[in-house]
Structure formats: C-alpha cells, structure tokens
C-alpha cells in the first residue's frame, strides 16, 4: 500500500488519496499456463493418433481449440484486470477491476461494504444505495452489486482496504454503516481456505482420470464413443464379469468414461464440488468420501444399468458422492458454507448436474440409480465425518469416524453387490465369443489331425488295433471335449451368418465326443473289437457323415459372400 497524498490539515486522520497495488501473482496466470499446456497436449496427441481419429472426433478436437483460444483470450485481459490498482478519495472508490463499465463509485452512493470469500480468493463487494445504477450483475458476481476481486491482494492488504472502504463511508454515512463481516466472523472461513489453499487431490484426480482416457484413446479407442468392447477393456464392469469373480471391475470403472465429452463434463463437475469439499473434510476424509461413493454407485449399477451393458461410471458416481456431502457440510454449517460457493462454483455444479440429468434419459445412457446411491453414500459419509471448522473436534474424532466410514463403506458396497440379480445380459459374449469360436475351429483342426494320423499308424502297423481303440477314448474324445468347450463359450448374434456354422460346429462335435467316448468289446465269434452298443454306433456315423457335409455347404456359402460375415 501507498499514500500518493495527505492532507496537510493535522486534524484530518485519512489520507486524501490512497493507492493499493496488488503484491501477489494473479491465479489466472497459473490457469492460462494450464490452458495452453492442454491445447498443446491436445495438439500432440492428435498428431500421434492420426489413425484412430474419426472425422467427429477431429470437429471436437477444433472446436476444443477454438474455445481454448477463446479462453487464453480472456484470462490474458483478466491478468490485466488483476494487476489493476484500487485508488480511494475523498470522492469514492476506484479501480479498473470493478466488474462492468463503470469502474468509480461515489462514498454517497454507496450503503455499505464487505469482502466474502469467492472460489480461492476474496473479494470486495458494495452495496449501493436504491435507484443508484450500476453496470455490475455478471454471471461472475454474487449479486447485481459492483465487486473487485482481491485474490491478487495479501490477506493484510486486503484487511487495510476494507477498513479504509469503512471509514470513508462511517465519514460519509456517519452511524449509519455496519461492519457486515468482522475478521472475527470471517475467521472460520479463513482457516478453512487458509488448510488446503490448493486442493491438489481434486487436482491429481482430474490429471489421472484425463490422462487414463487420452491413453485410451491413444491406443485405438474411438475419442467421442467407445465401443463397450474397449470400455470392458480397460475395467467398465458389468453384473456378467462381476459374477464370475472380476470384482475388481466395481473399482476400476470409476476410472474410466465413456468418451471424451462425458470425461469433460466429469472433471467439470469435480472441479466445481471437489475443491470445496476438499477443504472442509481435508485431503484424506475427502479421498475417502469420492472412493466410497463411487464403489457404491458402481454396485448399484449391478442392479440396474450394468445388467445388460459395460457400466462406466467414470468420477460421476464420485462427484455425486462429493455432492451429497457437500450437502450435508451446507447443511451443518448452513451460516458459513454457503460463502464458500461462488457462481463459478454453482455454474460448473449446474452443468454438470443438467448433463447427468439428460444423459439418464438417453437408451444406454447415464445410470441415475448408480447415482442416487452414490449420492446417498456421499451423505452417510459426511454425516458421520467432521469438518474442519473446528480443528480440535477435527482432530479427536477423525481417527474414529474415518474408520467408522470406511467399515460402513465396505459393507455397504459389498451388501448391495451380493444381492444384485444374475445378470440379464452376458456382455462380453460379442467380444470373446467370436474368438473362442476360432479357438474351437483351430482345437477341432488339431483333434482330426490327431485322429488321421493315429488312423494312419494302424495301417503302417506301427499301432495295433487294441492300442487305437484305447487312444479314442483316452486321447481323442478329451481332445472334441476340449473343441466344445470352446464353442460352448463362442457366441454369435442369431443375424450373425456365423451363428449357423456355430450350432453345425457344434453339432458336428457333440457326434464326434459321444462315439469316440463309447466303450469297445471284442466281439466272440471273430475276436473283432466291436462297439458296445453297435446300433447306436451305426447311427452316430451317419450323422456324423451328414453333419460335416451340412457344415461344408455353410463354410462354402460364406466363403462365396464374404461381406455378410463382417456385418
């Protein structure tokens, strides 16, 4: 701070002018280094995944730029705007910062003054009297009331500047103003600003999550919409894998989301209520609270969404989760919390929650019952949680909640996942089931290779005829097994071509088990080994000679029109 000018008047107790300057770096330089660290990141990465880059994927790609742009436009005036002075005369107030056009404001036009905490910073607020016209009133403030953001300003800079802003206008006002937000008053917010001034778990969890989704993308995924087949890839989950014992999926799809829309407006809403959330409960509890609500969410889903598709829930069962405590704090502390929440805060929340809200009402969209119990879990979490507000309650109860919160966590989670139905839908059947289909083709192959040759050694008279029948049900027979195990397992979709030489391999196969498995006899009268229900031997034969010429005319037909297999 700086006197440019003092009365020469030796009663006068205010300087006739008084100039403050700005101490700090503006934040908004820190976030304009972000942006263009992403747009350059953007710009990488499209070079080196040029060939999995639809034509949708690279119009997103340039409308991201052109916003970016945009963006580093209006943080670059906004930088400009933070390193503006704030003068005070014995006329008003002035500053370049002031949101709107007019940037100086009368003491007699003004009723009072107040600094409130906005998202990381401070800032001041006027109240101006009825019928006073103002320019203020952006999305940015609080109120249609003029503001100056004092984020760039030390915490005793700031103090010095609302105090001088009282007592010009207690001299201009005399007995009329009232000190709104005392230091005493403000002190709890302080404190809860002043533990975590950068929420760097929010922070880590959008960089893991951003940058799992680009690996992915960078490895052949499609950018805008997944195929599920990538989605259960890379650990979306569904009650089918869950139930043959991949549980490990209920966590891992909490990491991964459906397109890099659905990932943005994700982090959106993470940055918007993680940050704030983050401070109140502090870094561990906070991570507890996000993990525990988005393995709840994901084993509500088991009994919902995940039936019949890959369920990705990305970080939005968790930021509902964040929500839902964030819920309960404002709740509890409903005179402070809410200073905590500027509009840029609400702004993100507000989007995030009206994209959630529409998503849901889409066939295979978002899963609201995935939601509502994250949300739930979100609440219970933060019930049984302390906030910071009160550091010496915070530090004896922590230990005991935190502990009580994770076990009731789990439980919950693990309950709502054992009850879930049998899943509706095998999901991973389109994708394994075509290539166990080829394992069966190839295990089918080798097992009449086998059979040729053993067949051949008994005509050299390198095999005798005992040895070979007891070959057939020792080696042969497991050798089909193992072919129908592998076309018990392959799959296609009945307009599939292939689903018909699916159920002839088959067939043909099941023929092949059940004779070579038939037990032999030597028969009496000629010393012949024979089998032991010939009849039935007989048949079997026939069928098989039917079912491998049924088989040849399918595998000929699909040959000849190879564009109906790839359908």
């Known amino acids: 701070m700086g006197s440019k000018r003092m009365m020469n008047d030796a009663v006068a107790t205010q300087p006739l002018e008084e100039l403050f300057r700005p101490s700090l770096k503006s934040p908004w330089i820190r976030i304009g280094i972000g942006v263009g660290a992403l747009s350059v990141m953007v710009v990488v990465f499209a070079l080196l995944t040029t060939a999995v880059w639809s034509a949708r994927a690279w119009a997103m790609m340039s409308v991201l730029l052109i916003v970016s742009g945009a963006l580093g436009y209006a943080i670059r005036r906004?930088?400009?705007?933070?390193?503006?002075?704030?003068?005070l005369t014995t006329k008003g107030i002035e500053s370049l910062s002031f949101c709107g056009a007019k940037k100086n404001y009368r003491w007699q036009d003004i009723a009072n003054a107040w600094?409130?905490?906005?998202?990381?910073?401070?800032?001041?607020?006027?109240?101006?009297?009825?019928?006073?016209?103002?320019?203020?009133?952006?999305?940015l403030s609080r109120r249609s009331q003029p503001f100056i953001a004092l984020s760039t300003f030390s915490a005793t800079e700031r103090d010095l500047i609302f105090d001088a802003v009282i007592q010009h206008l207690r001299q201009t006002h005399p007995g009329e103003i009232v000190v709104n937000h005392s230091p005493q008053e403000r002190e709890p917010l302080e404190q809860v600003i002043a533990r975590a001034p950068r929420p760097w778990v929010t922070y880590a969890l959008i960089l893991i999550n951003v940058v799992l989704s680009l690996f992915m993308v960078y490895q052949g995924a499609d950018a805008l919409r997944p195929s599920d087949e990538w989605l259960l890839r890379w650990g979306g989950h569904a009650a089918s894998e869950v139930q043959r014992g991949q549980w490990w999926r209920v966590m891992t799809a909490t990491f991964v989301h459906n397109g890099l829309v659905h990932l943005a407006i994700t982090m959106l809403g993470l940055w918007s209520i993680g940050r704030v959330a983050e401070r109140i409960y502090g870094y561990r509890p906070f991570l507890m609270i996000y993990l525990g609500a988005a393995i709840a969410g994901s084993a509500f889903a088991l009994h919902f969404s995940a039936q019949k598709m890959v369920f990705v829930g990305g970080a939005s069962c968790a930021v509902f989760g964040l929500a839902g405590a964030l819920m309960v704090a404002v709740y509890q502390n409903r005179e402070i919390l809410p200073k905590l929440l500027g509009k840029p805060e609400l702004a993100g929340m507000g989007i995030f929650a009206l994209y959630a809200l529409v998503q849901g009402f889409?066939?295979?969209?978002?899963?609201?019952?995935?939601?509502?119990?994250?949300?739930?879990?979100?609440?219970?979490?933060?019930?049984?949680?302390?906030?910071?507000?009160?550091?010496?309650?915070?530090?004896k109860t922590i230990q005991v909640r935190s502990a009580t919160g994770i076990a009731g966590a789990l439980v919950l989670s693990v309950v709502v996942a054992f009850l879930a139905p049998s899943a509706a839908t095998d999901v991973s059947r389109p994708f394994t089931g075509p290539a166990a289909f080829d394992k069966g083709v190839k295990s089918f192959a080798q097992a009449s290779r086998l059979m040729q040759e053993m067949q051949e050694q008994v005509k050299a008279g390198n095999m005798t005829d005992s040895e070979f029948d007891a070959k057939t049900r020792s080696v042969l027979a497991p050798a089909f097994r193992q072919t129908l195990v592998h076309y018990d397992q392959a799959w296609f979709a009945p307009t599939d071509p292939r689903h018909e030489l699916l159920l002839a391999s088959r067939h043909l196969t099941e023929l092949m088990v059940e004779l070579l498995a038939m037990e032999s006899v030597v028969s009496e009268a000629n010393s012949i080994i024979v089998p032991v229900d010939p009849i039935r031997a007989t048949l079997l034969?026939?069928?098989?000679?039917?079912?491998?010429?049924h088989k040849q005319e399918i595998e000929d037909r699909l040959n000849a029109a190879p564009p109906a297999i790839n359908k």
């Open 78 to 87: 906004q930088i400009k705007i933070d390193k503006c002075p704030v003068l």
């Open 115 to 139: 600094i409130v905490p906005v998202g990381n910073g401070h800032a001041l607020h006027l109240e101006l009297l009825p019928g006073v016209p103002t320019t203020a009133g952006t999305w």
């Open 362 to 395: 889409r066939p295979g969209g978002i899963d609201h019952g995935a939601h509502v119990g994250a949300l739930v879990t979100g609440a219970i979490l933060a019930a049984l949680l302390p906030e910071r507000f009160d550091m010496r309650q915070y530090e």
């Open 541 to 549: 034969n026939a069928d098989i000679r039917a079912a491998a010429e």
